[in-house]
């Protein structure tokens, strides 16, 4: 490719996560996406989920027992003169820190509501973290074939909580059993509520914004409700502000109903005119990597251990931010030093996977692995070195003493953890006195999900003695004196071998700086 192919290429790239607590829709949503790319032929198989038969982005095993998902997956298609590049996030806020990661690998995000339950405080949690990335958040508000909450109410609710601006894009017509489609603020048009075999229906609006003609909506007391409310929403509301949008102070607010793949589209079309192309990538050095500058350069924001049971592979996920991938090319490992060659690529379509032979910045591709990548490594092309930005790690919360059950199985144990723990699963550590082993999560979920693969995927059982909660700080190894290790504040090392505290509770940790004035602690390395 030369230089505007390139660029032709990158532009045409909208890279996104898609987030919400679980049950809201996210993977509904993402079928009919699919669906518009002509990914996925058939729809309902999410709904298909109770007769075994689950939905393509589902892979793992325990994913499918508890009805949630707890990885990440990548999808994308054609649509629209547009590669559009969709990253699963797990709904759960016990793998918040696979989602931020995830969210580094992205250009904006897609937040899908329940109309019934507004926002929950996992999709709080999981919104702040999108705010600390400072991308632009399109949300979807979902299920009004069923009854909700009034549209107002939830407007009012999502700028409180969560501290952005709303704009309405389009406004409900009643929900539930009187769900009568959407007044299209944005296109100036009313999108009528029908079943998916009758297709799509609109109505124009006039210059006041009322049905033109004769229409039975007209005679319809919620047709007027709908108008006051929207003359509310354009008086006291928020306007359109691209700018806003860009930066993530200001949401565009769709309402639909992802089952019925009622307003998907309408809010599809309008994410793509307003989706941010790849961004500039900010390396460790403070320098900006154009996503067309010819060199290639990318980063590993995810690595997962056996997504295919019978193959157990391992793939780095591998977020491009400048250049052409080309298979079999070299590159350099940052981290290393070290050249490896890239020829065993692939990319995803749904379950499917097809090898890549070229990828541009924006697109992701799945390297398979034989243990060379850490989560966070940058690989590039050419003489100047790049290290992108260090993937933020959250201090986990949450500690259990772990073994293995049958001690004649140490290798399986050892494999399963290491690979795991690589993953970015489970955080291990060491007790220094005794050697135990000892792991770190920010949900209990985390531990749970580490138990069934270990037993699934490594053949190994392992045993959880719960440690509750701790405060971990780390302590500088100069200032380090065993001795100060108690029963309050265990002495731990983690996988770099750096030592730190894990304190019983706030009060331990109180004592301890009274203990040690001049020893400094700090909460992430
Ligand atoms: P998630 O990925 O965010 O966890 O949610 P998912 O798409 O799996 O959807 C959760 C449930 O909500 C599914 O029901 C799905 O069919 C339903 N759902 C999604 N979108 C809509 C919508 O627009 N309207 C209605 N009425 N339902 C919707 P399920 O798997 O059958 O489980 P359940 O119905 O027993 O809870």
Redesign the pocket.
């Given at each position: 490719m030369d230089q505007k192919q390139l660029k032709q290429a990158v532009d045409k790239r909208r890279t996104f996560a898609i987030i919400?607590h679980?049950?809201?829709?996210?993977?509904?949503?993402t079928e009919q996406l699919l669906l518009f790319g002509g990914v996925v032929r058939s729809a309902g198989t999410?709904?298909a989920?109770?007769s075994g038969n689950f939905?393509k982005s589902d892979w793992m095993e325990i994913e499918k027992k508890r009805?949630?998902?707890v990885t990440s997956s990548v999808m994308q298609f054609d649509y629209d003169g547009k590669r559009v590049i969709i990253l699963d996030t797990p709904?759960h806020e016990d793998f918040s820190e696979d989602t931020y990661r995830t969210l580094m690998a992205v250009d904006s995000a897609v937040m899908?509501i329940d109309s019934a339950k507004g926002i929950e405080p996992q999709t709080k949690k999981l919104f702040q973290i999108c705010k600390m990335r400072g991308i632009p958040i399109f949300t979807f508000i979902?299920?009004?074939?069923?009854d909700g909450r009034e549209p107002l109410d939830l407007i009012a609710e999502l700028e409180e909580v969560l501290g952005i601006e709303g704009y309405a894009m389009n406004w409900p017509i009643g929900m539930g059993k009187g769900f009568k489609g959407i007044y299209d603020i944005f296109n100036n048009r009313i999108e009528l509520y029908r079943s998916e075999a009758e297709g799509e229906s609109f109505l124009e609006l006039d210059d006041n914004g009322e049905i033109k003609g004769d229409h039975p909506l007209k005679q319809e007391s919620i047709y007027q409700q709908v108008l006051e409310e929207i003359e509310l929403v354009k008086g006291a509301g928020s306007t359109f502000d691209e700018a806003k949008i860009a930066q993530g102070k200001l949401t565009p607010v769709f309402f639909?109903?992802?089952?019925?793949n009622f307003g998907v589209k309408t809010f599809l079309d309008a994410y793509l005119q307003f989706a941010p192309k790849p961004a500039a990538h900010k390396t460790e050095a403070g320098d900006l990597v154009e996503p067309d500058a010819p060199e290639f350069a990318g980063f590993v924001f995810k690595i997962q251990a056996n997504m295919n049971p019978n193959h157990r592979d391992r793939i780095a996920f591998v977020r491009i931010c400048s250049g052409e991938f080309e298979r079999g090319m070299d590159v350099t490992l940052e981290r290393t030093g070290k050249k490896l060659r890239l020829s065993n690529s692939t990319q995803f379509m749904a379950d499917a996977r097809e090898i890549v032979e070229t990828a541009v910045a924006g697109d992701i591709i799945g390297l398979y692995d034989t243990g060379n990548f850490q989560i966070g490594d940058t690989i590039y092309t050419g003489k100047k070195a790049v290290k992108f930005e260090k993937l933020p790690q959250f201090t986990p919360e949450l500690f259990v003493h772990v073994r293995a059950k049958n001690v004649m199985k140490q290798k399986s144990f050892h494999k399963g953890i290491e690979q795991l723990v690589q993953e970015g699963a489970v955080q291990l550590y060491q007790s220094y006195s005794t050697g135990d082993y000892i792991l770190g999560a920010v949900g209990q979920l985390q531990f749970e999900v580490f138990q069934f693969r270990m037993a699934n995927e490594y053949n190994s059982e392992v045993v959880m003695e719960p440690m509750g909660r701790k405060i971990a700080r780390w302590i500088d190894p100069e200032q380090l004196d065993e001795k100060m290790s108690s029963s309050r504040n265990l002495l731990v090392k983690d996988r770099q071998g750096n030592p730190l505290f894990l304190f019983e509770n706030e009060f331990s940790e109180r004592w301890f700086k009274d203990k040690y004035p001049d020893v400094k602690l700090t909460a992430k390395l």
């Amino acid at each position: 490719m030369d230089q505007k192919q390139l660029k032709q290429a990158v532009d045409k790239r909208r890279t996104f996560a898609i987030i919400s607590h679980p049950d809201a829709g996210k993977t509904t949503i993402t079928e009919q996406l699919l669906l518009f790319g002509g990914v996925v032929r058939s729809a309902g198989t999410v709904k298909a989920k109770k007769s075994g038969n689950f939905a393509k982005s589902d892979w793992m095993e325990i994913e499918k027992k508890r009805g949630i998902s707890v990885t990440s997956s990548v999808m994308q298609f054609d649509y629209d003169g547009k590669r559009v590049i969709i990253l699963d996030t797990p709904g759960h806020e016990d793998f918040s820190e696979d989602t931020y990661r995830t969210l580094m690998a992205v250009d904006s995000a897609v937040m899908v509501i329940d109309s019934a339950k507004g926002i929950e405080p996992q999709t709080k949690k999981l919104f702040q973290i999108c705010k600390m990335r400072g991308i632009p958040i399109f949300t979807f508000i979902n299920k009004l074939d069923r009854d909700g909450r009034e549209p107002l109410d939830l407007i009012a609710e999502l700028e409180e909580v969560l501290g952005i601006e709303g704009y309405a894009m389009n406004w409900p017509i009643g929900m539930g059993k009187g769900f009568k489609g959407i007044y299209d603020i944005f296109n100036n048009r009313i999108e009528l509520y029908r079943s998916e075999a009758e297709g799509e229906s609109f109505l124009e609006l006039d210059d006041n914004g009322e049905i033109k003609g004769d229409h039975p909506l007209k005679q319809e007391s919620i047709y007027q409700q709908v108008l006051e409310e929207i003359e509310l929403v354009k008086g006291a509301g928020s306007t359109f502000d691209e700018a806003k949008i860009a930066q993530g102070k200001l949401t565009p607010v769709f309402f639909g109903s992802a089952l019925t793949n009622f307003g998907v589209k309408t809010f599809l079309d309008a994410y793509l005119q307003f989706a941010p192309k790849p961004a500039a990538h900010k390396t460790e050095a403070g320098d900006l990597v154009e996503p067309d500058a010819p060199e290639f350069a990318g980063f590993v924001f995810k690595i997962q251990a056996n997504m295919n049971p019978n193959h157990r592979d391992r793939i780095a996920f591998v977020r491009i931010c400048s250049g052409e991938f080309e298979r079999g090319m070299d590159v350099t490992l940052e981290r290393t030093g070290k050249k490896l060659r890239l020829s065993n690529s692939t990319q995803f379509m749904a379950d499917a996977r097809e090898i890549v032979e070229t990828a541009v910045a924006g697109d992701i591709i799945g390297l398979y692995d034989t243990g060379n990548f850490q989560i966070g490594d940058t690989i590039y092309t050419g003489k100047k070195a790049v290290k992108f930005e260090k993937l933020p790690q959250f201090t986990p919360e949450l500690f259990v003493h772990v073994r293995a059950k049958n001690v004649m199985k140490q290798k399986s144990f050892h494999k399963g953890i290491e690979q795991l723990v690589q993953e970015g699963a489970v955080q291990l550590y060491q007790s220094y006195s005794t050697g135990d082993y000892i792991l770190g999560a920010v949900g209990q979920l985390q531990f749970e999900v580490f138990q069934f693969r270990m037993a699934n995927e490594y053949n190994s059982e392992v045993v959880m003695e719960p440690m509750g909660r701790k405060i971990a700080r780390w302590i500088d190894p100069e200032q380090l004196d065993e001795k100060m290790s108690s029963s309050r504040n265990l002495l731990v090392k983690d996988r770099q071998g750096n030592p730190l505290f894990l304190f019983e509770n706030e009060f331990s940790e109180r004592w301890f700086k009274d203990k040690y004035p001049d020893v400094k602690l700090t909460a992430k390395l």
